[in-house]
């Protein structure tokens, strides 16, 4: 493993460096308080218009289709030193991360030159209706109905978790068009209006008292043929491309998450029953082992960034920095609240204990999205360790002769 920059790729950090020292201005610093999710929109499309003017959108994206053309180290070099600042960007994961690149992998042309530009700008904003009440990790069992009327599809049916749908103007959607065909071969792709006649979205309370997710009613919603994703019956080749970009978007440490610098200064803080909490075994030991964890997570993803670095992409083995980081931050959290008794709830606005807090309460969500542990290992045992496979006796029986849950 080779930890430095190429020559060429230090040039490039030193371009990003002096662009953002210049152009990120209060972002430098952490802001005060949270900001409110109007703000956070106009605020994500503001910083998202100012890197499409600089060039520093789409930056692994074929010119053709308005990406500059570079390798996945400038992207992450860029997400590297964007990420010590505190720009907003979580708007767009999801759009610019997994649906455009699928838009532009699948759609056609004139549909690519339609959407992609304004997602670029980050005047448009992208959902990935995926997950239903009874297809998560099992994606290929949604339920959700398209039946073609001539030139248009008809959708019927309900996502849910859905990120940012009421923020979205668009989505890509899964649907099964034909229930007679084994799951995974009956689905197909669409491209939907958010705001078109027909869809509802429903927000889903956090336990953070955040909102960022949603259920999505789809009622005789109709969505022309030149929106569909693919071929018919291709939806599920066409949801491995958003899939394997999910992979890759999600998976290292969220940026300015806790770390073990967190619970020791946290530790240092408290004074036990049993005397001064940074002199009791179980604490040391548990500052220890999210020390481990932290330094494991750090090795692993610089193993992948080499990789790239050398030409080659990252295979199955990301899966596990993400199963290793989300459990890390909900069992250190977890342990700093317990140790702070009465105080974890009562926290201190921009106090460690209130990034703690924030930290136990997210890394839930982390530990299911975009792969849930379970998931993750069975990936790490079929795909890298060689392991025998999960069983999947359903996988050649027609949709429509499965038993429902
Ligand atoms: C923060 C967040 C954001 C999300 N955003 C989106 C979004 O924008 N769009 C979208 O479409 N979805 C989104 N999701 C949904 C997410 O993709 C699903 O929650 C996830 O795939 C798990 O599916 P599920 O919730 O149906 O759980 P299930 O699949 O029902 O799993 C329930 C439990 O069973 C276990 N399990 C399931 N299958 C197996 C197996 N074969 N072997 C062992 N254990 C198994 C799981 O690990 C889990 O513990 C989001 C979820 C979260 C938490």
């Not at 998931?375 to 996988?395: C, F, Q, S, Y």
Request: glycine share 10%; with cysteine.
């Amino acid at each position: 493993m080779d930890f430095n920059d190429t020559p060429q790729e230090a040039d490039y950090r030193a371009q990003v460096k002096a662009w953002i020292a210049a152009n990120a201005g209060e972002y430098l610093n952490p802001p005060a308080k949270p900001w409110a999710l109007d703000d956070f929109v106009a605020r994500s499309k503001a910083w998202q218009a100012k890197k499409h003017a600089a060039g520093y959108v789409g930056i692994t994206w074929p010119k053709a289709v308005g990406g500059q053309g570079l390798s996945p180290m400038h992207q992450i070099i860029f997400n590297q030193e964007e990420s010590r600042t505190h720009v907003p960007t979580g708007l767009y994961s999801i759009g610019l991360g997994m649906c455009i690149p699928t838009v532009f992998t699948h759609g056609s042309p004139e549909v690519a030159a339609r959407y992609v530009p304004r997602a670029l700008k980050g005047e448009e904003v992208w959902c990935q209706l995926f997950s239903e009440p009874v297809a998560g990790s099992d994606l290929a069992s949604i339920r959700t109905r398209a039946v073609r009327d001539g030139d248009e599809w008809v959708i019927n049916g309900q996502k849910v978790w859905t990120s940012f749908a009421h923020k979205s103007d668009f989505g890509i959607v899964v649907c099964r068009t034909d229930f007679d065909a084994p799951k995974h071969k009956g689905l197909t792709m669409f491209i939907v209006d958010m705001h078109a006649p027909g869809m509802e979205v429903r927000g889903i309370k956090q336990m953070s008292g955040g909102s960022d997710f949603n259920e999505v009613f789809f009622t005789d919603v109709r969505v022309k043929d030149t929106h569909r994703l693919g071929d018919v019956g291709e939806g599920w080749k066409v949801a491995l491309t958003t899939l394997m970009h999910e992979r890759l978007a999600v998976g290292g440490k969220p940026r300015h998450a806790p770390g073990y610098q967190t619970l020791m200064t946290v530790a240092a803080g408290i004074e036990t029953d049993s005397g001064p909490a940074m002199e009791r075994a179980d604490v040391r030991q548990r500052i220890a082992d999210t020390y481990i964890a932290d330094e494991g997570i750090k090795l692993t993803q610089m193993r992948a960034l080499s990789a790239l670095s050398r030409g080659a992409m990252p295979g199955p083995e990301q899966s596990i920095s993400k199963v290793v980081v989300a459990k890390t931050m909900q069992d250190m959290a977890s342990f700093a609240l317990d140790l702070s008794e009465a105080s974890g709830f009562a926290v201190e606005p921009g106090s460690d204990l209130e990034k703690l807090q924030g930290s136990y309460m997210w890394s839930a969500g982390l530990r299911i999205a975009g792969g849930t542990d379970e998931i993750l290992r069975n990936i790490i045992a079929e795909r890298v360790l060689g392991l025998p496979g999960d069983l999947r006796p359903d996988k050649d029986t027609p949709f429509s002769q499965l038993k429902p849950l």
